[in-house]
């Protein structure tokens, strides 16, 4: 178990932690060797050097021979370190690892030779994605070498928990001026385009008159400070789950980091296996790469696999600014115009990059959280997009009747699903005429399909219904949600009920259910999102050395169900499953209710 | 058998072997080299046998010398002819003869080819430099070879004086007190002995490789009258060819064999020399700017000859700066160079 380091945030492979000695210090951390830090203190060539070292309050390596990731493998072989227990007397132990290599034991992993990589996406993202299925959760990783003011956004993002000065120093003495987009030859700027302490006394005249080395010393300092810069806006990013938009903007200034980026989405299951499933923060949908990020593709996903309508005639409609949807002024007008016929028909609203959103889950993250920039021009990838989820929608569904009341690219983009469906909209959607097309052709689909109709109770029982389905899989809403529930509370915040006992409440900021151990125990979520614990009460959140099984399925955000022979309760996931059963430190679960069993 | 024998025997498999006709040498040149403290002119005579017998069977990682092998073993006749080929060039001066592997193996040079080719050089010589690996150089190869010539020198690629480098980064498949041996046979028949080191061999840092090259002339300094640093150029088909193609080595710094020779001045009795081959290049020693490096050649080669720190007098070069960062660093990437 690593006793040296804890995860404290996640927002998906990036982790905001704590190294656990000289009284803790954060990570994501830029450790100093040009400053002679020896918070890493290194054992050395294994070919010169064969003393393991024992530095308390230090990160202790033994004597290796690091290999970088393009090394053919029977040399990793050769130079692997023996798997003796690494105990190093009971201090915190680093181990230096090549991605085809396991080793056991160590609190902090250093990506041997990762400076060979530099530009090579593939090779860099293997790398992460290998060493971190081969190294416990709760261990840090440091990326040696590599940090630039510019990369650094990306290197987090992916999973690094320490890195270091020592690249911002060696291209300083190559004369680069680093900056977060990109670097500069010191020979080429007229001006120091910087505010920070090395260039605010300076003019590029100055700099240029010292003597090489105090010349060097100077611009090193400039690029860690802006290092520095970089990695405290991004510990921000981080805190706000907002990190995948600042590096969908930062991986721009080079195209290997684009690449990476797109890699990484191309991966899926590394990313995924870490992005929370809801969260109260904004999506932000401002680059092409938005349309592949997790969440994006994950509601796609289970909108394909998980939600099943029961109704006879689909209604297309365009998407909205506002959120929820039903709350804006488009789809109000269109509300009030079908009166009574709305209870005949299911509506799907057509947005990009979500795909399609049905109304039941409107409130569910992201379809509620999410911002795109819209300029009403649609492109290629954005259209087939939309238009795949859209036909698989009517395909996995069994619609008599497809209606698209639309406008502008929607239409489109509808036609590109190319599946049987009437268009109601002559020009705008909310003009009268198109509202009145609208009403005449739901009044002909009921006149000849004669669909049930769904009563407004029906349809907020549905909202649950659809959203447990969405969170906890196909056929869950039916056991969650009884025939004669009732729902109460003001909109969004609403509440089931059945009778007097209460099984869950939408929770809008985060866009999902909040379970009751009531509801919790009705979906029997005792083989899916459950947690189970040691033979305790919990007070509190449960920490990750107290669980002994979980569903490997279970996100960040997920709503639990807690299960031990002493308790029973319900709270939110802050951790992956699979990684809560890794793990031997961090906060598990928050707890919501829990109840002792007798 | 090490496992890096094995790598290095999968490496050999890729490796192309040069065609010539068996009566050709493999190389020869002339230069300048020391003698008794005077410049004087030197031959250099690689022959072309069937080959080194431990390159054979996997070899050094960073030696490529193995492509110079014949395809088909050369008849004696053919290594006479070789030698005939250029004997008429060698008038006077030192003349040092490699085969690809160890001259003394009499499975590559049989005994009284040996004998007639020193013989020979005997009229025109004023020294002869044989390279062999210590196995060979034995009282009765020693003292057969004094029976032909009147000055000789044994040439030993002992390497490093660290055995773990020798056999985990080099894979030479012998140890320091072999070496220590070959030269006691040698000195018992009044014979001098040359040692070549190897500057920076894989998997070790620019600071590493410039540690060990100091220690190890230190070490050897007391066995070998002469010492030639060779600094590790990337030859084709090696192992060290592999790890420089996947960016995980950098031949040494130029700065670097300076900072050796000067720090090795005066303190060993032995004459100190560096023949900077390919530097400049990328797959030879070289600086970081790309302009300084002829200018190091140059004074690293008038060392050689001259043993005069005075020939470092007037280096200097903007990036000096930024290798004595990377000797400072460089272990901080943990398996890669810091500069390439």
């Known amino acids: 178990m690593t006793r040296f380091f804890e995860v404290m945030h996640r927002d998906s492979a990036a982790r905001i932690g704590r190294l656990m000695v000289r009284g803790g210090i954060e990570t994501p951390h830029i450790v100093r060797p040009s400053q002679h830090d020896d918070l890493i203190v290194d054992g050395g060539n294994a070919l010169i050097h064969d003393q393991a070292i024992s530095a308390p309050n230090s990160f202790n390596i033994a004597p290796h021979v690091g290999l970088p990731y393009h090394v053919r493998d029977d040399l990793v072989h050769f130079f692997a370190p023996s798997n003796k227990e690494n105990d190093g007397a009971g201090y915190p132990v680093g181990a230096v690892i090549h991605p085809d290599q396991a080793i056991q034991g160590a609190d902090l992993y250093i990506m041997a030779g990762a400076r060979s990589i530099e530009g090579d996406p593939r090779a860099l993202l293997d790398s992460f994605i290998k060493i971190r299925s081969l190294t416990r959760p709760d261990t840090a990783l440091y990326v040696p070498a590599l940090a630039t003011p510019e990369n650094i956004p990306l290197l987090i993002y992916l999973g690094a928990d320490v890195v270091d000065d020592v690249l911002t120093t060696i291209k300083a003495y190559q004369g680069h001026y680093l900056t977060a987009d990109g670097w500069f030859d010191l020979e080429e700027l007229s001006d120091l385009p910087c505010n920070c302490e090395a260039c605010r006394g300076n003019t590029i005249e100055s700099l240029m008159a010292l003597q090489p080395v105090e010349k060097y010393d100077l611009l090193a300092k400039h690029n860690y400070l802006k290092?520095?810069?970089?990695?405290?806006?991004?510990?921000?990013?981080?805190?706000?789950?907002?990190?995948?938009?600042?590096?969908?903007?930062?991986?721009?200034?080079?195209?290997?980091?684009?690449?990476?980026?797109?890699?990484?989405?191309?991966?899926?299951?590394?990313?995924?296996?870490?992005?929370?499933?809801?969260?109260?923060?904004?999506l932000l949908a401002c680059s092409s790469e938005s349309q592949n990020r997790v969440e994006v593709k994950r509601f796609a996903d289970r909108v394909r696999t998980r939600f099943r309508s029961d109704g006879k005639v689909l209604l297309i409609i365009p998407c909205s600014a506002r959120k929820p949807y039903s709350t804006s002024q488009s789809h109000m007008a269109i509300i009030n115009a079908l009166g009574r016929y709305r209870r005949y028909v299911r509506e799907v609203i057509l947005t990009s990059p979500m795909g399609v959103v049905p109304r039941e889950l409107e409130l569910v993250y992201p379809a509620a959280h999410y911002d795109v920039a819209v300029t009403g021009a649609w492109d290629l990838e954005e259209r087939s997009w939309v238009s795949g989820c859209l036909r698989d929608f009517i395909d996995h569904n069994r619609f008599e009747r497809v209606i698209a009341h639309?406008?502008?690219?929607?239409?489109?983009?509808?036609?590109?699903?190319?599946?049987?469906?009437?268009?109601?909209?002559?020009?705008?959607?909310?003009?009268?005429?198109?509202?009145?097309?609208l009403v005449d052709q739901v009044r002909l689909a009921v006149d000849e399909l004669s669909p049930q109709p769904r009563n407004h109770e029906q349809?907020?029982?549905?909202?649950?219904?659809?959203?447990?389905?969405?969170?906890?899989?196909?056929?869950?809403?039916?056991?969650?949600?009884?025939?004669?529930?009732?729902?109460?509370?003001?909109a969004p915040r609403f509440t089931l009920f059945d009778d007097k006992e209460q099984l869950c409440t939408i929770n809008p900021a985060y866009g999902s259910l909040t379970l009751t151990i009531a509801g919790a125990k009705r979906m029997s979520l005792s083989n899916q999102y459950f947690v189970e614990i040691a033979d305790f009460v919990p007070r509190g959140s449960i920490l990750a050395p107290g669980v002994i099984n979980a569903d490997p399925q279970i996100r960040p955000g997920d709503d639990v169900l807690i299960t031990g022979r002493k308790a029973i309760g319900v709270g939110r996931a802050k951790m992956s499953g699979w990684e809560m059963i890794r793990a031997g430190r961090g906060m598990a679960v928050e707890t919501r209710h829990m109840e002792e069993l007798k | 058998m090490t496992a890096l024998n094995n790598i290095?025997?999968?490496?050999?498999?890729?490796?192309?072997?040069?065609?010539?006709?068996?009566?050709?040498?493999a190389a020869y040149w002339t230069g300048e080299d020391i003698l008794d403290g005077m410049p004087t002119k030197s031959h250099t005579i690689i022959f072309q046998t069937r080959g080194c017998f431990w390159g054979l069977k996997g070899g050094c990682t960073m030696c490529g010398y193995i492509a110079d092998a014949a395809a088909r073993p050369p008849s004696p006749q053919d290594?006479?002819?070789?030698?005939?080929?250029?004997?008429?060039?060698?008038?006077?001066?030192?003349?040092?003869?490699?085969?690809?592997?160890?001259?003394?193996?009499?499975?590559?040079?049989?005994?009284?080819?040996?004998?007639k080719i020193l013989s020979a050089l005997n009229l025109y010589a004023d020294k002869v430099i044989v390279e062999t690996r210590p196995e060979f150089v034995t009282d009765r190869i020693i003292s057969a070879a004094k029976l032909h010539t009147d000055r000789l020198e044994v040439a030993i690629g002992v390497e490093t004086s660290n055995d773990d480098i020798r056999q985990n980064?080099?894979?030479?498949?012998?140890?320091?007190?072999?070496?220590?041996?070959?030269?006691?046979?040698?000195?018992?028949?009044?014979?001098?002995?040359?040692?070549?080191?190897m500057m920076k061999p894989p998997f070790l840092t620019e600071n590493e490789a410039l540690e060990d090259m100091v220690k190890s002339a230190l070490d050897v300094a007391p066995y070998a009258d002469t010492i030639?640093?060779?600094?590790?150029?990337?030859?084709?088909?090696?192992?060290?060819?592999?790890?420089?193609?996947?960016?995980?080595?950098?031949?040494?710094?130029?700065?670097?064999?300076?900072?050796v020779l000067r720090r090795l001045h005066g303190k060993t009795g032995s004459v100190i020399m560096s023949d900077p081959l390919a530097a400049g290049q990328p797959r030879g020693p070289h600086n970081f700017c790309g302009k300084c490096d002829s200018a190091f050649a140059d004074a690293i080669r008038r060392y050689s000859l001259t043993q005069d720190l005075k020939a470092f007098d007037r280096l200097n070069c903007g990036c000096r700066a930024l290798w004595e960062k990377t000797l400072e660093l460089e272990q901080w990437t943990f398996g890669s160079p810091l500069v390439y």
């Open chain 2, 228 to 259: 030639s640093i060779n600094l590790c150029n990337v030859q084709r088909g090696t192992l060290v060819d592999e790890l420089f193609y996947r960016k995980a080595y950098r031949p040494p710094w130029l700065w670097s064999v300076v900072e």
């Open chain 1, 406 to 437: 639309v406008e502008g690219p929607y239409v489109e983009v509808c036609a590109q699903a190319d599946r049987e469906m009437i268009f109601t909209s002559t020009g705008r959607v909310t003009s009268d005429e198109s509202l009145s097309q």
């Open chain 2, 8 to 25: 290095m025997i999968e490496q050999r498999k890729r490796q192309k072997i040069n065609e010539r006709s068996p009566t050709e040498v």
């Open chain 1, 227 to 282: 290092l520095e810069e970089e990695v405290k806006r991004v510990k921000l990013h981080i805190r706000r789950g907002m990190l995948r938009e600042y590096v969908e903007k930062q991986c721009r200034s080079q195209p290997w980091l684009t690449a990476l980026l797109r890699l990484a989405d191309a991966e899926y299951g590394y990313l995924e296996a870490r992005t929370p499933t809801y969260r109260s923060s904004e």
């Open chain 1, 459 to 490: 349809f907020m029982l549905d909202i649950f219904r659809k959203m447990a389905d969405y969170e906890f899989g196909k056929g869950k809403g039916d056991l969650l949600v009884p025939a004669k529930g009732s729902v109460k509370g003001r």
């Open chain 2, 79 to 115: 290594l006479l002819a070789q030698f005939d080929s250029v004997s008429r060039r060698i008038d006077h001066g030192i003349v040092k003869i490699f085969t690809s592997g160890s001259f003394f193996d009499p499975g590559e040079v049989p005994e009284f080819v040996r004998d």
């Open chain 2, 169 to 197: 980064s080099i894979n030479k498949g012998f140890l320091f007190s072999d070496f220590i041996r070959a030269s006691e046979v040698s000195r018992a028949h009044g014979i001098t002995t040359k040692a070549y080191l």
